[in-house]
């Protein structure tokens, strides 16, 4: 029983030491803190100090040129002489022509070159033909909306192969004209259906012929008007087929070659201006045309 009580003291005397001896040493470090901050001069903080890093790689942005230690590039076994240049005569004439081609003056007479060199100007759009035209005529006492007869033709023109119109005598003017091209406020005192009797594909045929009277009758019936056809079916469909016999005898492509004598050229501002001076007239493909306002059907009397 002594025993225990001896350790026991023994054990609390060694924690109060400890104690002391810990409380002791947290005096001691303020104390040195408190003397520091004393002998520190006013108005100056002490930095903390900062590791130094380590070496790390870094971009320069501004490299020097290589020296001959670094410097790996492969070397030539001999001098090698550049090309020399070659000038390219064909393309600097096309470029030419272009250029000339670019700055070409438009054509906007209007017509009045027409009439002071004595040639009739072109005329406005094309209109029923019953030479070369099957035509269907709907004649009635009362007008007619561009868009009520418009609606039924476009309805129905997609059964025909060949070339057709359907134009309108305009109640404004007395002028025929094609319905596809006016305002949908016209309005028509008489309207005309006309189908191409021939093209390129060969002469209008019976079947053809037929559908095209269908939509005629279609059309009259619709609004009210009376029918008159330009010719009975059998003359139309022979006529079609002497009018294609015509187009393959004499409806050909004649060309004439302009050469100039070696070596003279042929300017391309020279030749912009001689086919003015005769009347051509530069446009489609981008050659020029010798047009005839006449004609019902191509403009182009021939083409340079």
Same mark, same amino acid.
């Given at each position: 029983m002594d025993l225990r009580i001896a350790l026991l003291l023994l054990g609390l005397g060694i924690i109060v030491l400890i104690g002391l001896t810990a409380l002791d040493r947290a005096r001691a470090s303020r104390l040195f803190r408190l003397r520091s901050r004393a002998s520190q001069p006013p108005g100056e903080k002490q930095e903390p100090a900062v590791p130094s890093p380590g070496p790390a790689f870094t971009l320069d942005i501004h490299p020097r040129?290589?020296?001959?230690?670094?410097?790996?590039? *492969? @070397?030539?076994?001999?001098?090698?002489?550049?090309l020399p240049r070659r000038e390219d005569a064909g393309r600097k004439n096309e470029l030419q022509t272009l250029e000339e081609v670019a700055t070409?003056?438009?054509n906007l007479d209007l017509g009045i070159e027409h009439a002071k060199r004595g040639r009739p100007a072109p005329r406005g759009p094309r209109q029923p033909d019953e030479r070369i035209d099957f035509v269907v005529t709907l004649s009635g006492e009362q007008s007619v909306a561009r868009d009520a007869a *418009? @609606?039924?033709?476009?309805?129905?023109?997609?059964?025909?192969?060949?070339?057709?119109?359907?134009?309108?005598?305009?109640?404004?003017?007395?002028?025929?004209?094609?319905l596809a091209h006016d305002s949908s406020r016209t309005i028509y005192s008489d309207l005309v259906l006309a189908i191409q009797m021939v093209d390129a594909r060969g002469p209008l045929d019976v079947s053809e012929l037929n559908t095209f009277a269908q939509i005629g009758l279609k059309l009259a019936d619709a609004l009210n008007r009376r029918t008159r056809f330009s010719a009975e079916f059998d003359d139309t469909v022979l006529r079609a087929k002497r009018l294609h016999a015509f187009c393959d005898a004499f409806d050909v492509i004649a060309s004439v070659n302009v050469v100039a004598e070696a070596p003279a050229t042929f300017p391309g501002r020279a030749i912009e201006q001689t086919a003015r001076r005769l009347g051509l007239q530069f446009g489609a493909m981008s050659i020029f045309h010798m047009k005839n306002g006449l004609s019902p059907g191509c403009k182009h009397l021939f083409s340079m």
């Open positions: 040129p290589p020296t001959d230690e670094n410097r790996k590039v *492969l @070397g030539t076994d001999a001098a090698v002489a550049p070409m003056p438009l *418009l @609606g039924i033709w476009k309805q129905n023109e997609y059964l025909l192969e060949k070339p057709h119109f359907l134009f309108g005598k305009r109640t404004s003017d007395g002028q025929w004209s094609e």
